[in-house]
């Protein structure tokens, strides 16, 4: 049974930078078969596609994010993790990992929620 | 604004047959399949619909997806109260200004 879990800091302060790590468990992801992916959610709106991690080191970032976002894996921790800096009220929101075939994100985290405020 | 396109809103009766549309152009839709996600209140969103049509194992049969052109639906047949939920359809979009995952804005779906 292949698990995500998201976790970091619930709160970030503007112009600061939002670190979040997803924890892989049922799976490896060094595999190589899989995308992980970064999603999000502000609340009440609609989901937004961040940017992937491919085993190999490939990443693709959605380029409207993509001067403030850095996706990288710890395979020695089985984990992967986001980074975005200069954040503002405009960033909080559910964030959501997910493994994925290109767009088929067939499992999903839990989902943490992010504030961003002072 | 999304670049793909669902009504925010749809309805039907326990037993009918509902369909969510979604629009696009030929950098995704056009060229690339199409996903569909279940999001039920307070929860993660869940794949419904892989590559066009194909059914993740699971999902029931009452779920059924196509598309033609720059354009997909999401068929929910024999509508059942479980369903109330919000639907969003994704698609890799090939833009000049970078590929990425694109979702629709979602539609609501009311079980009346």
Redesign the interface.
């Known amino acids: 049974q292949v698990q995500l879990q998201e976790s970091g800091p619930g709160l970030v302060k503007p112009s600061q930078t939002l670190s979040l790590t997803c924890t892989v468990s049922g799976d490896s992801i060094r595999s190589g078969f899989f995308y992980w ?1 970064w999603i999000r959610q502000p609340a009440g709106k ?4 961040i940017g ?1 991690f491919f085993a190999s080191g490939s990443a ?4 409207s994010l ?1 001067s403030r976002v850095t996706i990288s894996l710890d395979a020695s921790k089985n984990q992967f993790s986001l980074k975005l800096s200069s954040v503002t009220a405009a960033d909080a929101a559910v964030y ?1 990992c997910a493994r994925s075939v ?5 499992y ?4 943490t929620l992010v504030t961003v405020s002072s | 604004q999304s670049v793909l396109t669902q009504p925010p809103s749809a309805s039907g009766t326990p037993g009918q047959r509902v369909t969510i549309s979604c629009s696009g152009s030929g950098s995704n839709i056009g060229s690339n399949f199409v996903y569909w996600y279940q999001q039920l209140p307070g929860t993660a969103p869940k794949l419904l619909i892989s590559r066009n049509n194909q059914r993740p194992s699971g999902v029931p049969d009452r779920f059924s997806g196509s598309n033609s052109g720059t354009s997909a639906s999401l068929a929910i047949s024999g509508l059942r109260s479980e369903d109330e939920a919000d639907y969003y359809c994704a698609a890799w979009d090939d833009s000049l200004g970078g590929s990425r995952v694109v979702f629709g804005g979602g539609t609501k779906l009311t079980v009346l």
């Open positions: 992916n609609g989901l937004e596609w992937r693709n970032y959605n380029p993509k959501y290109v767009a088929a994100m067939d999903w985290g839990q989902g």
